[in-house]
């Protein structure tokens, strides 16, 4: 089929045109309920003579309620005789000094099709280098327009039917394969946009779970941000490749908390000769071979916490048991206390740093 080109018109794009009782926001062009008002939009330039228009989509968020019309005309001049004075298309639609109902008059008189209550609209006999199409609307509830396309030149299944049909007068068997045309056009257009589902980096946020699952990994999206889902899809090659070492979760607990935490493995306090000592260091951080901890430097909530320790476990080494402390800026009772630089023990005692870069021996006391 012939090579389809499109003016999308959304966003900031809207400010091009005339606005007649909407409002520019994030999501599109608003109508406060209640309310009527319309767009026009500029003057679009296909750059071709003879060009056939083929289709406007409408996209927004509407309700039974809504009325709306749909206008669009195509043209070989980009000039208009109004008042016996000879202006642009551009200058008369967006003119302050023109009432908005009498600017859709011009385009009805032009020889605009119009449409009412469509949001897919096949365009015949619109045939010009110029479009310009227009929206009407009356709601009692709040209406949202977000984007609207417009597509050229126009697509026919025809071509590809033996010459004789083409030859006769073909005019409703054109519009009847239109309909077909559309759904494939959909179609293909959905196949031209699959390379940026794949891409991390540009895949739409509902996509990124099923991307994760595609590479073995099990995150409940509603815990982690957009931002955050997308680093770990991409670390997924190096949790493979690494998987069950502490770097790997290292570069988890950082992506989610924006800091690498401390590990204590048991390597770090068997050393001690003392057995009271390593009783101590039993209660906290277990007595088995196969058994860590995880110091982390936040408070988080119960679901939060179960979360996470559900997805340490999928990556440490099988029978190995992660244990997870979230360490709040503060002492209390009956819970895990740490001391940081400056700080002070009344009693002489031994200890060790968390992070492995140095220790305390037999020699050394805290006072």
Request: aromatic fraction near 12%.
């Amino acid at each position: 089929m012939a090579d389809v080109k499109r003016f999308g018109v959304k966003g900031e794009g809207f400010s091009s045109g005339f606005l007649e009782n909407m409002q520019l926001s994030d999501g599109g062009l608003v109508l406060r309920e209640s309310q009527s008002g319309g767009y026009i939009s500029n003057v679009l330039d296909s750059t071709e003579v003879g060009t056939v228009w083929g289709r406007l989509t409408l996209n927004g968020c509407f309700d039974e309620e809504c009325q709306y019309s749909i206008y669009s005309f195509a043209t070989e001049d980009d000039t208009v005789t109004y008042n016996n004075t000879q202006m642009g298309f551009d200058e008369l639609l967006h003119s302050n000094d023109v009432a908005f109902a009498e600017k859709i008059n011009i385009l009805e008189v032009a020889g605009a099709q119009v449409d009412a209550g469509l949001d897919d609209i096949l365009l015949t006999d619109q045939k010009g280098r110029y479009f310009v199409f227009a929206i009407r609307l009356f709601s009692v509830h709040e209406v949202v327009i977000e984007s609207v396309n417009v597509m050229f030149p126009k697509e026919t299944l025809i071509q590809y039917l033996p010459e004789v049909f083409a030859a006769e007068d073909s005019g409703f068997l054109e519009r009847y394969l239109a309909i077909f045309g559309s759904i494939f056009a959909d179609r293909r257009d959905l196949l031209a946009k699959l390379p940026d589902y794949l891409d991390i980096d540009k895949a739409p946020d509902d996509i990124l779970p099923v991307l994760a699952s595609w590479l073995g990994i099990g995150l409940n999206f509603s815990f982690w941000s957009p931002d955050r889902f997308r680093k770990i899809l991409k670390m997924a090659k190096e949790m493979s490749k690494f998987k069950g070492t502490k770097q790997v979760l290292e570069d988890i607990i950082e992506v989610y908390f924006g800091e690498r935490p401390i590990i204590v493995e048991q390597f770090k306090w068997k050393k001690y000769k003392s057995a009271e000592r390593q009783e101590g260091c039993e209660n906290l951080y277990g007595s088995s071979a196969n058994e860590f901890t995880l110091l982390i430097k936040h408070a988080v909530s119960e679901t939060v916490f179960l979360h996470l320790k559900s997805l340490l476990e999928v990556l440490v080494p099988v029978r190995a048991k992660v244990n997870i402390v979230f360490l709040d800026n503060g002492s209390f009772l009956d819970r895990y206390t740490y001391v940081d630089i400056n700080s002070k023990l009344t009693d002489n005692q031994m200890g060790v740093t968390c992070d492995g870069t140095c220790s305390l021996d037999e020699d050394v006391a805290l006072v």
